[in-house]
């Protein structure tokens, strides 16, 4: 996600953009086709709402869908991993809204 997200916007005006993941964006190509998204039920379903969240350069909801996850009470250092994803997701979220004014500036 954190990857894909900001490639995307990069290549928004490329014919032959980089792939990363065909299965990834397969995903979220059907997730953005659906009328009404229901609650999230497994953790493809969360990654899923967090990248849509992102495309749209909100890093609160995306953050809040990933800390959202149940995954994290198993962990002992929960706080700095939590703290380290949030800079992440700021970085990427920011790197998709400059991405695309960027090459249009230089075109």
């Known amino acids: 996600m954190l990857l894909k997200v900001p490639n995307m916007a990069t290549n928004s005006h490329d014919a032959n953009p980089k792939v990363i993941s065909k299965n990834f964006r397969r995903l979220l190509e059907i997730s953005e086709r659906k009328t009404f998204a229901g609650p999230h ?38 706080d700095s991993v939590l703290e380290t994803l949030t800079s992440k997701i700021k970085e990427e979220a920011l790197r998709t809204y400059l991405f695309p004014y960027f090459l249009l500036a230089i075109l």
Request: glycine share 0%.
């Open 41 to 78: 039920k497994n953790v493809r379903d969360h990654v899923i709402t967090s990248t849509r969240a992102l495309k749209q350069r909100d890093f609160l909801e995306t953050f809040d869908v990933i800390k959202s996850l149940d995954m994290w009470r198993l962990l002992k250092n929960k």
